[in-house]
């Protein structure tokens, strides 16, 4: 396919709290071809979103990164000048958040916040800008372009929102558009039609999307590539067909069986036992031994490095190593 | 009969899509039902036509030559409040005054705005040693006690001898540079609250400069905060003129002021005997400050969601 857009290679973030070292990016490598969407899945805490603002070069302390490249068209963003890297921001790189509600600034029309990108990184006159943002307003399902843009955000709803989110993110044409949760917040008839939209967008533009999300679905729906991440780091990597077909590692087999499937009577769903290990206090072993079902001794005593199968599929586990399979 | 109920009917509906509800109109409609915060407000108007178009009206001006022949007569139909001991009219010279006031508290209140909004909003964005620097300073500005700071730089202005015309606009800024700290104070609370919104974060992801970040993003939120601290700081700075003035340390006359006016009830005699003297300027100041400071709390709950019941 295309060629890399993103590449990340050995990204480290570590947070600095009172109680110890937390690495919750750590060690993290994949990359997102151009045009691809790629979702970023795992539960809450395993770094998805840290690496995703450790990309925007935004992660604020105790937070720092402090090893590895992201290399955006063959230069490496953490070696970037603060300049070059605003330029980067908004402009070739955009992102929208979870909670719609509160990502737009209160006392701003809508206008103002989607000609500001144009403004600054494009140069555009005030009426340029004008005219573009009511395009974007009208290519992300609003009607009434014209008066929504003099609207304030407090007159909208939650999904009106999140599509001016994605009208904003979208104004500078990005290469990357960085979506964490974007449909969490919403409920499930506009998380539907959000979804619809970014798919559009990326057939039309021919933007990437790294897109984070704890959600399946979302993934079955929208990925051409998945990479699961658990406690902050990268366990397995495929094309989302590969993936749902055959998943290799226990922690995202467990996933797949944890979820309901329709038609199906289901007394009680599948959990994973015990719980996500402190960030803490992670010792040199596999992250997950102490809830697989499959722990050897050899999960206790060293971790597993992510390595490359059939179908482009990789998983970090011991399992596979020794040319074994899950029974 | 019907024809004005389909008429009411047609209003009803209509209002909310003339204008967008910007957040100000809103807190202005909120405003407008609170009946003590208007009344303060058109009594504030009443005074400022009172000071700025009385004058133009009166048949006196303040070049007329002094004559100590028609000095302090009562009030009569000539000389509504009486003159002075020049004979001066008393009610031009208290409009004229209430122009030195009024303007006085203006300014000293610009000046309280603008150092007090910029520092507090920097201290509570960049935080770290900034915020320190700057929060050390509006506490040493805030521990000294203002009222020897401001005796002792109007002693050291009449040594000076500096020309009384210009005086006025150094108490202006003296007063605005010693009341900014209390406003810095408040600002840099609500941005340091505010830059861990999530609309911060998404104007970081634009590429913004912080100088747009602050000025444009941050501190037009805090914009409810410093309107009320701006109107009862301008109370403020009336106050702290008329008290300066009265110990002859700020305006000096023959430049007119409340405060300086009010210094005539220093003597037993004309505090005795010559009552509309003083009672009118000493009227002004109170009528002033009470009508700015109930104003300055409706604005406040106005202006404020949390306090709407």
Known sequence: ?327 | MSEAVVRSNAVEVKPPTKKPASPWRLALREMRKNKLAMAGFVVLILMFLFCFVGPLLSPYSINDAMNVRNGNKPPSAQHWLGTDKVGRDVLLRVMLAGRTSLLVGIVAMMVSVAIGSTLGAIAGYYRGWVDTIIMRLADIIMSIPSLPILIILGAALSELKMDPANRIYLVMFIIGFLSWPGLARLVRGQILMLREQEFMQAAEVLGLRDRRKIFRHLLPNTVPIIIVVATLSVANGILTESVLSFLGLGVVPPTPSWGNMISAANSMIEFQKRPWLWIPPGVCIFITVVAINVMGDGLRDALDPKSKR
């Not at chain 1, 559009?200 to 984070?212: G, R, V």
């Open chain 1, 1 to 327: 396919m295309a060629n890399n857009l993103i590449e990340f290679r050995n990204l480290r973030t570590n947070f600095y709290t009172s109680s110890g070292v937390v690495k919750a990016v750590n060690d993290v490598s994949f990359s997102i071809r151009e045009g691809e969407t790629l979702c970023v899945v795992g539960e809450s805490g395993c770094g998805k979103s840290v690496t995703a603002m450790s990309l925007m070069r935004l992660v604020s302390p105790p937070g720092k990164t402090e090893g590895g490249q992201i290399l955006y068209k063959g230069q490496d963003l953490l070696t970037l000048k603060e300049r070059d890297m605003r330029h980067i921001r908004g402009n070739e790189i955009a992102m929208i958040f979870q909670e719609p509600m509160t990502s737009l600034n209160p006392v701003l029309t809508i206008g103002d916040q989607i000609t500001e990108p144009l403004l600054i990184h494009k140069g555009m006159t005030r009426k340029d800008a004008k005219k573009r943002a009511i395009e974007l307003i009208e290519l992300v399902g609003i009607p009434r372009a014209a008066k929504i843009f003099d609207s304030y955000p407090h007159e909208l709803s939650g999904g009106m929102r999140q599509r001016i989110m994605i009208a904003i993110a979208l104004s500078c044409d990005p290469k990357l558009l960085i979506a964490d949760e974007p449909t969490t917040a919403l409920d499930v008839t506009i998380q539907a039609q959000i979804l619809d939209l970014m798919r559009n967008i990326k057939s039309e533009f021919n933007t990437a999307i790294m897109m984070i999300t704890h959600d399946l679905g979302v993934v079955a729906e929208m990925a051409d590539h998945v990479v699961v991440m658990y406690a902050g780091k990268v366990i397995e990597e495929a094309p989302v067909h590969e993936l749902f077909a055959n998943p290799k590692h226990p922690y995202t087999q467990g996933l797949m069986r944890a979820k309901p499937i329709i038609n199906q009577r289901q007394d009680r769903l599948y959990t994973i036992p015990g719980q996500v290990p402190n960030p803490v206090e992670l010792g040199n072993n596999c992250y997950f031994n102490e809830r697989c079902e499959h722990c050897m001794s050899l999960c206790v005593e060293k971790p597993p490095i992510l390595t490359t199968y059939e179908n482009k599929h990789k998983a970090a586990c011991w399992l596979y190593e020794k040319g074994g399979e899950v029974s």
